[in-house]
């Protein structure tokens, strides 16, 4: 079983930052792609961003050239600095991992089997 533990989430006002952490344990496999998705009530999940094993980010055009991914192997830490955030940034915000596909990691949610609890991001203008 694998457990993903999301934190740093809050409110800010737009133009802040902010970085989420995604700390994995349990039964981990080591080329598990890692990804960060949002989700707005009524609204489908969208993919932010996600990193191979190896390092290979997809960041989604939306937040591209604001928001980094990032993985810490040695703390077993997903994370992601989230900068210039602005009230379209405001979502639950999950972290996600799952197998990768042809070693590309998709920002498509059916692709990941494990799941966080997600955690809030509201940006205030």
């Known amino acids: 079983q694998v457990q993903l533990v999301e934190s740093g989430g809050g409110s800010v006002q737009a133009g802040g930052s902010l970085r989420l952490s995604c700390v994995h344990s349990?039964?981990?496999?080591?080329?598990?792609?890692m990804g960060w998705f949002r989700q707005v009530p009524g609204n489908e999940r969208e993919g932010v961003a996600t990193i191979t094993s190896d390092g290979r980010e997809d960041v989604g055009p939306s937040v591209k050239g604001r928001f980094t991914i990032s993985l810490e192997d040695a703390k077993n830490t997903l994370y992601l600095q989230m900068n210039n955030l602005t009230t379209e940034d405001t979502a639950m915000y999950y972290c996600?991992?799952?197998?990768?596909?042809?070693?590309?990691?998709?920002?498509?949610?059916?692709?990941?089997?494990?799941w966080g609890q997600g955690t809030q991001v509201t940006v205030s203008s």
């Open positions: 996600a991992a799952g197998l990768s596909f042809g070693g590309y990691c998709y920002r498509l949610s059916p692709n990941y089997r494990h």
């Open positions: 349990g039964d981990w496999n080591p080329k598990y792609c």
